[in-house]
């Protein structure tokens, strides 16, 4: 973070961690997690979510230990609250994936029910 770095009579002082308010560190964070992640097969990245698909479990665990090898080796922090981990059916993007299916999510769906037709 040294470019938002600045000085006092006190002292250089820098962020730690990203301040709200940036303009580009989502695009920042997105790229570093690409490169981060860029050989590994079965994701999918879209900005700061990564989405892990395979068929077996041990595939995701090796993906899952992978991937938070690497994090924890860049300093990258994730928010065990907001992940979601071996789940049969997801919402993602707007569109709710399992094995059988993938589709429009319908509860965003329903919205578009509900408006006037002209």
Not at 31 to 55: A, W
Request: with cysteine; net charge positive; hydrophobic share 35%.
């Amino acid at each position: 973070m040294h470019k938002t770095a600045f000085v006092t009579p006190f002292g250089k002082y820098a962020y730690k961690r990203t301040p709200l308010g940036l303009v580009n560190p989502p695009k920042y964070f997105h790229n570093v997690i690409v490169r981060i992640q860029n050989d590994i097969q079965s994701i999918t990245i879209f900005l700061d979510n990564i989405l892990i698909f395979t068929n077996t479990l041990d595939e995701d665990e090796k993906i899952i230990d992978e991937i938070l090898k690497r994090f924890k080796e860049k300093n990258i922090i994730i928010n065990r609250e907001k992940s979601k981990i071996c789940q049969k059916e997801i919402t993602f993007l707007g569109f709710t994936i399992s094995a059988d299916k993938y589709g429009p999510d319908q509860s965003k769906s329903e919205d578009f029910t509900k408006w006037e037709k002209r």
